[in-house]
């Protein structure tokens, strides 16, 4: 029984004692884990001392050298100023020397290659308007309408010049070619007058027979006697020389060229103070200016009339093809109207006896 209790006891001493050596071993050698922790912890510390000395460096640097804008690498374009979505901006646009440059209008195309064909004859028309020019042929025949334009060259006396010095009246030599349907001059060569000369414009002053004119077509100064010879009307009927008074709108047929350019005849359309009548029918309408444009039926003409838009009663019926009569007095620049009757009544009866 003794022998027992004494092994019982030996075992739980060697049993402490086994226990109490692990314990010490577990002491004394640390683990590993908590080494490479602390290894890691050393490597740390050593970039945070380099950052921080780069960081001093580049901060000792930047007291000497100005800011510079960091650009962060993305790889795509960073605007210079970002631009809402809706905002308003504008982009400049190099189309100084592209095709729509150009003005179809304003810049003809070049005339085509095709067969000339020479015109000789009197110059009995020029329309500055419509840029054409009636040609009546040496020997006879049907008169041509030629057009032309700024392609057209314009010579006379072997120089360059421009439409203004084909008169009515003037020899001319027309190189033609057909343009679509129209007959067109490449060149115009001007030889002279022949016979008398056509023009209609107003009168700057008339001393003693002595008139100046200012002509409509190409604003030049036209000079001219008045002699017991001149036939002289005006729209009522004979008129004198004395009618002849600074602002009259004429038309005067004479000679140029001659010694005294005697004309041949006047006729006189309006003198300043005079009230005219108009009939015919309405080629244009502006009630906002208060301008309305008329084909008389008398001369054939067409003539500008000014009223005032807010007492006129029949403004508004006023259209263009409507038949009208007005009344109006020339101030020596335009005609004012002083009364418009709409003459429907008389233009349906006409066409109903038709």
């Known amino acids: 029984m003794k022998h027992i209790k004494f092994v019982a006891l030996l075992v739980v001493v060697t049993a402490t004692f086994a226990v109490a050596q692990n314990t010490r071993q577990t ?41 510079r804008t960091e650009i962060p690498e993305t790889g795509a374009p960073t605007p210079m100023e970002p631009v809402g979505a809706g905002e308003p901006h504008t982009e400049m646009l190099d189309t100084a020397n592209g095709p729509s440059s150009r003005d179809p209008l304003l810049e003809p195309k070049p005339l085509p290659r ?32 030629i057009y032309y334009d700024e392609r057209t060259r314009i010579l006379s006396g ?24 129209q007959v067109f001059a490449r060149t ?18 008339n001393l003693g027979g002595q008139v ?8 030049e100064t036209i000079r001219f006697v008045v002699s017991d010879k001149t036939l002289v009307e005006s729209r009522d009927g004979k008129a004198l020389a004395s009618d002849l008074h600074a602002g009259s709108l004429i038309d005067v047929t004479f000679i140029p060229g001659a010694k ?12 300043p103070g005079g009230t005219y009548v108009f009939a015919g029918v309405l080629t244009h309408v502006n009630l906002r200016d208060g301008v309305l444009a008329l084909d008389n039926q008398v001369d054939g003409n067409n003539y500008e009339l000014y009223f005032d838009p807010v007492t006129e009663k029949s403004a508004s019926r006023l259209v263009e093809g409507t038949p009208v009569s007005v009344t109006a007095s020339f101030d020596g620049k335009r005609y004012r109207a002083s009364s418009i009757k709409i003459t429907e009544a008389s233009a349906s009866l006409e066409s109903s006896d038709r």
């Open 212 to 219: 100046r004119m200012q002509d409509r077509l190409s604003g």
């Open 114 to 145: 095709a067969d000339l064909s020479l015109i000789g004859g009197i110059a009995r028309k020029v329309d500055v308007v419509h840029n054409r020019l009636t040609v009546e042929p040496f020997g006879g025949g049907n008169k041509y309408v």
């Open 27 to 67: 002491t004394d050698t640390p683990p590993e884990p908590a080494v490479q922790k602390n290894d890691a912890a050393k490597e740390g510390a050593g970039k945070t001392t380099e950052t921080a000395g780069d960081t001093a460096q580049k901060a000792g640097a930047g007291k000497d050298a100005p800011p």
């Open 158 to 181: 072997g120089r360059e010049t421009t439409v203004l010095a084909v008169r009515p009246g003037s020899r001319v030599y027309v190189d033609t070619q057909a343009l679509g349907a």
């Open 260 to 271: 005294r350019s005697e004309a041949q005849s006047i006729l006189i359309h309006a003198s």
């Open 188 to 205: 115009i060569q001007v030889r002279g007058s022949s016979g008398p000369a056509q023009a209609s414009g107003q009168v700057i002053e």
